[in-house]
């Protein structure tokens, strides 16, 4: 897997790196949140940007994002509008949803960038060459909160992902049954061993919950934790659990076999 380094923090290698996410609605919310995630001393950040009340206003955008990166100062932030057919708040047509991401590319504030893979392929590839002139970290993501398709359809969608270019590609999908974690964990093995860019896969919700803490195994790169309270997914854990447990992995994964 090729590693890929932001500011301090190497992606790729060891234990999959942290990342919270902000879910504020307003900048006094987002910034608060932002001051107790970095007192957690977390790999990196999220800002759910589809939160914010302010988010189509680029003059109040720009100011929030030069406070946060003020708060989080080596900390990596990554920018996500996450829209509704995605599970999450934005429900602006296209083209909306480009104009802020160019602006955000443009602000030089933010260190990686997700994609929806579900926008008009032109956008996508649009936005990550952008992304790489302003050198921006681009993740294409998938997300499904209500089925997760089947080994053959992971596959084909992670090395799709990994064919617009992107720096990272990222699938989340919401189990059913047992058996739907591990074949997203299974798929997700194949493909992080024969591609050369980092991959983030999630099951979500109490079934999916394994999948959050034994990337290390299987071949995710980044996990999603939370501070209590500002979950962004179902299943996300608090931050000192998820640690706690991924060194816990890390250690037994790393012994020589008896």
Not at 35 to 62: F, G, H, P, W
Not at 65 to 89: N, W
Not at 104 to 117: A, G, R, T
């Amino acid at each position: 897997m090729k590693k890929i380094t932001i500011r301090e923090l190497t992606i790729g290698e060891g234990t999959p790196k942290i990342c919270v996410p902000i879910i504020g609605k307003s900048k006094s919310e987002i910034l608060k949140q932002a001051n107790t995630v970095i007192k957690c001393e977390v790999d990196m950040v999220e800002l759910r940007a589809d939160y914010y009340e302010d988010l189509e206003q680029e003059s109040e955008l720009y100011s929030l994002l030069e406070s946060l990166r003020k708060v989080l100062d080596h900390t990596p932030l990554l920018f996500t509008i996450r829209t509704a057919m995605e599970g999450g708040c934005f429900q602006h047509a296209s083209d909306t949803y480009l104009k802020i991401l160019q602006h955000v590319i443009q602000s030089n504030l933010v260190d990686m960038l997700d994609i929806e893979l579900s926008h008009e392929a032109k956008l996508v590839t649009d936005m990550i060459h952008m992304a790489r002139l302003h050198q921006v970290i681009t993740i294409a993501s998938h997300h499904n909160f209500t089925s997760t398709e089947s080994m053959d359809q992971i596959r084909s969608r992670l090395l799709t992902m990994y064919s617009t270019g992107a720096d990272v590609i990222k699938v989340a999908y919401m189990p059913n049954e047992p058996i739907d974690v591990m074949h997203l964990m299974l798929a997700t093995k194949e493909v992080s061993d024969s591609i050369p860019v980092p991959v983030i896969a999630i099951s979500m919700g109490e079934l999916g919950a394994i999948s959050r803490f034994c990337g290390e195994v299987y071949g995710s790169a980044i996990t999603f934790a939370a501070i209590p309270g500002q979950e962004s997914a179902p299943g996300q854990l608090g931050v000192d659990q998820v640690r706690v447990i991924l060194s816990q992995i890390h250690q037994s994964h790393k012994m020589p076999n008896n």
